[in-house]
């Protein structure tokens, strides 16, 4: 691969990497603590990605690409909408473990606005979240920001599908 090609595609991890190193120049403690940090950070993920994958491989084995579409795809209407809920209401794990997934849901061919319901559903509405939220704040507080952010995700849904579609069709 082309030098400047892999620059390229890298270079944001690559300016990041380079402040970190001034900071730790400026700072011996907390550049310490990024790079402590990150380590960590790095084996959280290497310990969740490797079974989320395996699972996508088999999802994308097992359940065929007209499924999504009838379920999920253009004309899914509410059925869409609520299996991207339900799907991110059972979801386990920290948010990035939701884009390999949301990879899968773009292949299979789900509406688009379905993908950014799930991404927003994944971050407010999960199973062991709403959980630690009612123990933590109180069922009252749980159910007024769930009312609140149920019709919140469906419409930011459906708003981010617009422009994306507009966009492209300015394109």
Not at 16 to 40: A, H, M, P, Q, R
Not at 95 to 113: C, D, E, H, N, R
């Amino acid at each position: 691969m082309n030098v400047k090609i892999l620059i390229n595609r890298y270079k944001y991890f690559l300016i990041s990497f380079l402040v970190c190193i001034i900071i730790y120049f400026v700072d011996s403690n907390l550049g310490i603590n990024i790079f402590i940090s990150t380590k960590s950070s790095i084996v959280q993920m290497l310990s969740v990605l490797p079974a989320i994958m395996i699972l996508l491989g088999l999802l994308d084995v097992w359940i065929p690409k007209e499924y999504f579409i009838k379920y999920m795809g253009l004309n899914s209407g509410i059925i869409g909408i609520a299996l991207a809920f339900l799907i991110a209401f059972f979801s386990a794990g920290p948010m990035y473990a939701a884009f390999p997934f949301t990879s899968l849901l773009i292949k299979k061919g789900v509406k688009f606005s379905n993908i950014i319901i799930f991404l927003n559903a994944w971050c407010v509405t999960k199973f062991s979240t709403l959980l630690f939220e009612i123990s933590s704040l109180g069922y009252e507080f749980t159910l007024i920001r769930l009312i609140v952010d149920i019709p919140g995700v469906i419409i930011m849904g459906y708003i981010v599908n617009y422009i994306v579609n507009r966009k492209r069709a300015i394109d």
